[in-house]
């Protein structure tokens, strides 16, 4: 019984302090993979940019390779030019920010955020899967909260197998939510995206 016990212990992500990880110590700069045109990873026809580094260590973690912050190669300024040139297509709705954990590789996704802004304003919507949730990141850095303000969509929590459910909507288990960021910060509290059907 305590064998099986701990063994259901080990199968839980970690959970971090706040403040205890941060980007500046953390980040490489890396990013694991982008792929442009995609139709998974949020509402819409999306371009997506999976960062490197996640501490979470979720058990049963999709894209486990993207948890070593060494992983894939550094983001440039090359690999940024061609994601705002994918954007600028009519057809692409927006940008969604994978991991990897992205709030643990704020110096590469605040730069993409604000040039996204900067070119298109909020004609492209932004995306974002993160391990922490809404609470956790109110009690967090800086970049972290500056990332937040960015975003038009947040999924939050971490990928929990014991509630694994394959029929929700761009999420792998029931304990993650779909937050409309702007409405939730307006309003000081988790406002659920509109359009959630499952």
Not at 152 to 166: H, N, Q, S, T, Y
Request: a positive charge.
């Amino acid at each position: 019984m305590a064998q099986e016990s701990k063994r259901r212990i080990a199968r839980l992500p970690k959970n971090p302090k706040p403040q205890e990880w941060l980007a500046k110590d953390l980040s490489l700069g890396y990013y694991a993979s982008y792929k442009p045109f995609v139709m998974v990873d949020g509402e819409g026809v999306r371009c997506s940019l999976y960062v490197s580094g996640c501490k979470f260590a979720c058990p049963g973690c999709y894209n486990a390779v993207a948890q070593n912050f060494h992983y894939g190669q550094p983001y440039t300024d090359a690999v940024q030019d061609k994601i705002l040139d994918d954007l600028s297509h009519s057809y692409v709705q927006g940008l969604t920010l994978l991991g990897g954990e992205p709030f643990l590789n704020t110096q590469v996704c605040l730069k993409l955020c604000r040039a996204i802004r900067a070119r298109f304003g909020h004609t492209k919507d932004i995306w974002s899967w993160t391990g922490y949730t809404w609470d956790e990141l109110q009690q967090e850095s800086d970049d972290k909260l500056k990332l937040l303000s960015m975003l038009d969509i947040l999924v939050d929590g971490r990928f929990l197998e014991a509630e694994k459910d394959l029929t929700l909507q761009f999420r792998g288990s029931s304990n993650q939510r779909i937050i409309d960021v702007p409405a939730s910060l307006k309003e000081d509290k988790v406002v659920i995206w509109s359009r959630l059907v499952k």
